[in-house]
């Protein structure tokens, strides 16, 4: 057991009988036990295998690779539109926790096997560039340049922000509004 995970759980207000369920299942099933990004994790041979996570409406535990598992009893939640490979239970209550608790042993196990044996996420991550932002791209080289330097994630995030807006006008102002955070190598939540 982590220390920082046991101050989390002590200041967890609302979730800590849910987060104090979750915990245990996880070291049950011989995970490590961290605490990363703010969070409860547990590991397997150094692989993160779930997250404990509390939100206003519900704590989680996310499957890091939950893409990869079976889910034959149907429970787990993409946890947003662009969301590739972590998957969420949800639970209200420890009660709902401790009625789950089979089938959490079981995905745990099979998260564990999934990486054992070398499993893979096989997924294409790269998305379209807009149209408005190839045209500033090939006014401007050097944003290219820059873009293309950024981390994968970084760059994943500026064009989701960028193609969420339906006008091409609006998308354009999004990118003439990043430009110079793309050239000092920011990200969008930089």
Do not use: H
């Amino acid at each position: 057991m982590n220390t920082k995970v046991d101050a989390y759980v002590v200041q967890a207000g609302q979730w800590r009988e849910v987060i104090e369920e979750l915990r245990t299942i996880a070291l049950d099933c011989g995970l490590t036990e961290d605490f990363k990004w703010g969070k409860p994790c547990y590991s397997f041979e150094g692989t993160n295998i779930v997250v404990i996570q509390g939100f206003k409406a519900y704590c989680a535990i996310l499957f890091m690779k939950g893409y990869l598992l079976s889910d034959p009893e149907n429970v787990l939640i993409k946890t947003g539109e662009n969301t590739k490979v972590g998957r969420q239970i949800r639970f209200a209550t420890a009660e709902d926790v401790r009625a789950l608790k089979p089938v959490l042993k079981a995905y745990i196990r099979e998260a564990v096997q999934a990486e054992q044996s070398g499993l893979k996420v096989a997924i294409d991550k790269s998305l379209p560039v807009p149209p408005e932002l190839q045209e500033t791209f090939d006014e401007i080289p050097a944003l290219k340049k820059a873009f293309n330097a950024l981390t994968p994630g970084r760059q994943r995030a500026y064009i989701i922000y960028f193609t969420a807006s339906k006008q091409s006008q609006t998308r354009q102002l999004r990118i003439e509004k990043n430009i110079e955070r793309i050239l000092n190598g920011k990200g969008l939540n930089d």
